[in-house]
């Protein structure tokens, strides 16, 4: 597979990523808190490696069947990381294990 198909598709997710962080941060900073935030800053950044991870995989198994295996565990990934590793209260994994 041409791998300027891989660099168009993984431009796009870069775009949906930083738009769905930019509203969780501003979501995060809407009032002032008295608690630091550094462990929702981190598990924000954790998408981006997943994702940057993901990208080089891509980039080094370019087959079309490959690509597939990829974007789908990626997603499953990113989903799960995201809504399943979490209280009902809004607390993540990571923040749980900075407090």
Avoid: C, D, R
Avoid at 13 to 36: K, R
Wanted: proline share 3%; glycine share 6%; hydrophobic share 55%.
């Amino acid at each position: 597979m041409k791998k300027i198909y891989i660099h168009i598709l993984n431009i796009v997710g870069l775009i949906v990523l930083l738009v769905f962080n930019a509203f969780a941060y501003l979501g995060m900073n809407f009032t002032p808190s008295n608690e630091p935030l550094t462990a929702e800053y981190i598990f924000l950044a954790s998408f981006y490696l997943i994702w940057g991870v993901f990208y080089y995989l891509q980039l080094k198994l370019n087959s079309l069947k490959n690509l597939l295996i990829l974007i789908i565990l990626e997603l499953l990934i990113i989903i799960g990381w995201s809504f399943f590793w979490g209280t009902p209260y809004g607390h993540t994994l990571i923040e749980s294990l900075f407090e």
